[in-house]
């Protein structure tokens, strides 16, 4: 099988099986207990604090341990909403993913003011329109640093610098699920103040993650019991999942390299389909810079995505038509009907998403694979 849907979740990494298995067999020990076994438990703790807060240029007591990533964008807006006295502005892209999308329209119901931003044709935050749009009275704003769908790169750094100009109070939320190790980010030189990771889009486990959030900003908890996580989100610790997470960091930063190889294999790919008519790429190109290393989306003329993606799946190539949550409800994206894609080509979409486990021949197999699949499937269109 040739798994290309890295987006939807990654294969653990061996090291991060066996640093969890060890630790549910001698780490068990609750990370806030006083006694020998657990005080090593919490010192693994704070080793994984300690990585996560090194790659994003923040403090050790900035981290915060969630469920993941849905749980830290919900920490992230949600608690920003409550810690308000009166009613503000909230404002996401028009791209988000449904952990944020769905949080910004839950604080709309809660009363506040929320402002969408448009994106351009390559599925790029226009920062005219941002700027346009923004007031003195937004209280945070929420983009994410990689889109799921189509890998482009948003210009978080700038749009950050535009927000505290006409908003000096506001918060920047950036949802990092996508970017995290795969595209740089320091949070106190982009003036990000809140910033969510999740351990299953890095070859971690599912279930786990964290929320960066910057000293001074106040938010009100989404989960209350023993305080644990500075009262911020209470719930004993997921020992082994912050293990395994720990473990997943250190082998992504290890490996670098090969994270940013995955572009070439991006590029193979799409040159491998390059004899076929009728493909557009949404979002940026392999090789311009606001590309993430491994994500392309692709549209086919004539062919509809979920037919394409079966017709893979029965070839072995495992592909999916967009985000997971959104593929089983079988609608078309709304990413890319705000990229300007009409309803036909957003439903014509596939998108093939890469991790470390990939191999470069494998883009030549799958791009032959779907190759054959979209000519078969317009052959029956035209009968
Ligand atoms: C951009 C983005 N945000 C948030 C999430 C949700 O993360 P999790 O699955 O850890 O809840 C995902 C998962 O697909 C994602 O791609």
């Keep these: 099988m040739i798994y290309l849907d890295n987006s939807a979740t990654t294969r653990p990494f061996d090291g991060v099986i066996e640093a969890m298995a060890s630790s549910m067999r001698e780490g068990y020990y609750n990370p806030s207990a006083a006694y020998g076994p657990a005080i090593a438990a919490e010192r693994e703790v704070r080793a994984c604090r300690r990585a996560i807060a090194e790659q994003l240029g923040a403090r050790e007591e900035e981290i915060v341990f969630t469920s993941g990533g849905t749980e830290g964008d919900n920490l992230a807006i949600l608690g ?16 988000e993913h449904p952990a944020v999308a769905e949080t910004i329209a839950r ?7 929320v402002l969408r931003l448009p994106v351009d044709a390559r599925g ?4 005219a329109a941002c700027e346009r749009l923004l007031s003195p009275r937004v209280a945070l704003v929420s983009c994410m640093q990689v889109s799921n769908e189509t890998g482009a790169v948003q210009p978080v750094e700038a749009l950050s610098r535009l927000v505290k100009r006409i908003a000096p109070g506001a918060l920047v939320h950036v949802d990092g699920v996508q970017g995290f190790l795969r595209v740089p980010m320091h949070m106190a030189r982009m003036g990000v103040d809140l910033y969510t990771i999740s351990a299953h889009k890095i070859h971690g486990p599912k279930g786990v993650g964290a929320l960066a959030v910057r000293g001074g900003v106040r938010l009100a908890p989404q989960m209350t019991g023993g305080g644990q996580e500075r009262g911020l989100r209470s719930g004993t610790l997921n020992g082994a999942g912050i293990v395994g997470l720990h473990a997943a960091v250190r082998e992504m ?8 190889a995955l572009r070439g294999m ?11 008519p009728g493909v557009t790429v949404n979002g940026p190109l392999p090789q311009e810079a606001d590309s993430a290393p491994h994500i392309l989306s692709l549209s086919f003329e004539g ?8 017709a893979l ?19 078309v994206s709304d990413a ?8 036909e080509q957003a439903d014509g979409t596939i998108r093939v998403s890469l991790g470390l486990m990939n191999a470069p021949g494998e883009m030549d197999e799958a791009a032959a694979r779907i190759a054959s699949a979209c000519e078969q499937l317009r052959r029956y269109r035209r009968r």
């Design 313 to 331: 799946e029965a070839e072995g190539v495992i592909v999916s038509t967009g985000s997971a949550c959104a593929s089983h409800k079988q609608k």
């Design 107 to 113: 604080v709309e119901r809660m009363g506040h003011e």
């Design 336 to 343: 890319l009907l705000a990229m300007g894609r009409t309803r």
């Design 303 to 310: 062919v509809r995505g979920e037919v394409l993606r079966n």
């Design 124 to 127: 790029v935050l226009d920062l």
């Design 80 to 95: 920003a909403a409550q810690a308000l006295r009166s009613p503000g502005v909230f404002a996401c892209s028009d791209i």
């Design 253 to 260: 930063a290890a490996r670098r390299a090969e994270v940013e």
């Design 266 to 276: 991006k590029r193979r790919l799409l040159d491998d389909l390059s004899g076929l």
